[in-house]
């Protein structure tokens, strides 16, 4: 038998339009929207050479992975996915990845090809998402989620001012976390291309053109 979640749409490729702008949701992705710039001072402070600041930057950027965890959860168990909130979100999450990032490698704490890896693939897999909208969206992988989860704590743990052992995991973390990053991409880019190709919306202009090619001047191949 058929399910109805098998054949419903998905909330966040169609959000109602009655739900209220301000909401729950929002408002977490704005918090971690507002975080961010309060994160970067504590990381880049005196040059990070405060391990107390260390310590409250961690703090900080763990409040705003969590909003990063509930919000998105939130819209969609209640039904308040916003248009806001679909382009917001992802910004968000960019800007907190992307500046933990960069101040890290800014420290020399972190290697910049690292960073570069990260960001070239979070903002191509951004510009995928506008490519293929039309067309359909692309679940999130078991994968993808797991990269999420070893970035956030590689993250987390470089900017933590550790020695020792501990340091050494954390370059094996993010070493895992790396790797996840590259391997998705290189799925969302398969799964984007075959969207593409395979979607309802693909399959009905390829049967248009397939009409036109049909038309009165097309000659059969019992033609005289």
Same mark, same amino acid.
């Given at each position: 038998?058929?399910?109805?979640?098998?054949?419903?749409?998905?909330?966040?490729?169609?959000?109602?339009?009655?739900?209220?702008?301000?909401?729950?949701?929002?408002?977490?992705?704005?918090?971690?929207?507002?975080?961010?710039?309060?994160?970067?001072?504590?990381?880049?402070?005196?040059?990070?050479?405060?391990?107390?600041?260390?310590?409250?930057?961690?703090?900080?950027?763990?409040?705003?992975?969590?909003?990063?965890?509930?919000?998105?959860?939130?819209?969609?168990?209640?039904?308040?996915?916003?248009?806001?909130?679909?382009?917001?979100?992802?910004?968000?999450?960019?800007?907190?990845?992307?500046?933990?990032?960069?101040?890290?490698?800014?420290?020399?704490?972190?290697?910049?090809?690292?960073?570069?890896?990260?960001?070239?693939?979070?903002?191509?897999?951004?510009?995928?998402?506008?490519?293929?909208?039309?067309?359909?969206? +692309?679940?999130?992988?078991?994968?993808?989620?797991?990269?999420?989860?070893?970035?956030?704590?590689? +993250?987390?743990?470089?900017?933590?001012?550790?020695?020792?052992?501990?340091?050494?995991?954390?370059?094996?973390?993010?070493?895992?976390?790396?790797?996840?990053?590259?391997?998705?991409?290189?799925?969302?880019?398969?799964?984007?291309?075959?969207?593409?190709?395979?979607?309802?919306?693909?399959?009905?202009?390829?049967?248009?053109?397939?009409?036109?090619?049909?038309?009165?001047?097309?000659?059969?191949?019992?033609?005289?």
């Amino acid at each position: 038998m058929t399910r109805v979640a098998d054949v419903a749409p998905d909330p966040a490729a169609t959000p109602p339009q009655s739900v209220r702008l301000v909401n729950l949701p929002n408002a977490l992705t704005v918090l971690r929207l507002a975080l961010v710039p309060v994160f970067a001072v504590l990381l880049l402070s005196d040059d990070s050479l405060d391990d107390t600041s260390r310590y409250w930057a961690t703090l900080v950027f763990g409040l705003a992975i969590l909003t990063d965890r509930y919000d998105g959860l939130i819209a969609r168990r209640t039904g308040q996915v916003t248009e806001f909130g679909k382009l917001a979100d992802p910004i968000a999450d960019k800007a907190l990845t992307g500046t933990a990032l960069i101040g890290l490698s800014v420290l020399a704490l972190l290697p910049w090809w690292v960073t570069a890896v990260i960001l070239v693939r979070e903002v191509g897999v951004t510009l995928l998402r506008f490519w293929v909208i039309r067309h359909g969206v +692309i679940a999130a992988s078991r994968g993808g989620k797991a990269k999420t989860v070893l970035q956030s704590l590689a +993250i987390g743990l470089y900017i933590l001012p550790l020695s020792g052992a501990l340091a050494t995991t954390r370059w094996w973390v993010m070493a895992a976390a790396v790797l996840l990053t590259v391997v998705t991409g290189l799925d969302y880019v398969y799964r984007a291309v075959t969207l593409r190709q395979t979607s309802a919306r693909a399959m009905r202009a390829a049967a248009a053109r397939r009409s036109a090619g049909a038309g009165p001047g097309a000659r059969s191949d019992t033609a005289a």
